[in-house]
């Protein structure tokens, strides 16, 4: 996946926070896996470019990646 992709190369370049990385690469993985399927909610009929369904992966790896560290956090 493209955004799994971008957040290890940003991580590798020392642009991203390696935690913050490494949870965008989880939540995109689970979204490869099928684990997250049910947030995307989107009518599979779109015009254009797919633009709603791009601005929906990126909210769903987002939020999973939010919570993914909230729960590293709360370990602590």
């Not at 799994?4 to 991203?16: I, R």
């Not at 633009?51 to 790896?61: F, G, K, L, M, P």
Request: aromatic letters at 4%.
């Amino acid at each position: 996946m493209v955004k799994q992709s971008a957040a290890k190369t940003n991580m590798s370049l020392g642009l991203l926070d390696e935690t913050v990385g490494n949870a965008i690469v989880v939540a995109a993985q689970e979204v490869v896996d099928g684990t997250l399927d049910g947030h995307f909610v989107l009518d599979i009929f779109q015009t254009g470019s797919g633009t709603s369904t791009n601005t929906n992966a990126n909210e769903v790896i987002a939020n999973r990646a939010s919570q993914i560290l909230v729960e590293l956090w709360d370990q602590d």
